[in-house]
């Protein structure tokens, strides 16, 4: 766990990244992010991901799980 987030993006970016769930560095680059979806609605965790990739697109992180839920919510994930 780090003290501090990644800070070499700009404001707007800055503000995306505060607001996922978790973030998988390695120094200071994000090499995956999720959104873990227990009580608001799924969209807004791929939302946030797609904001992200729109702001800094040459970004290379992993997404292949972008939202995790929990099992009881996880037919609504799939249905997405």
Known sequence: MV????????????????????LWLKGNSIVAAF????????????LRMSDLLALQPNLNINLAHPVLAYFARSAAVCRG
């Open 3 to 22: 003290e501090e987030l990644p800070t070499q993006f700009n404001e707007a970016t800055n503000r995306t990244i505060e607001l996922i769930d978790v």
């Open 35 to 46: 959104e873990v979806e227990c009580t608001t609605a799924i969209y807004s965790g791929l």
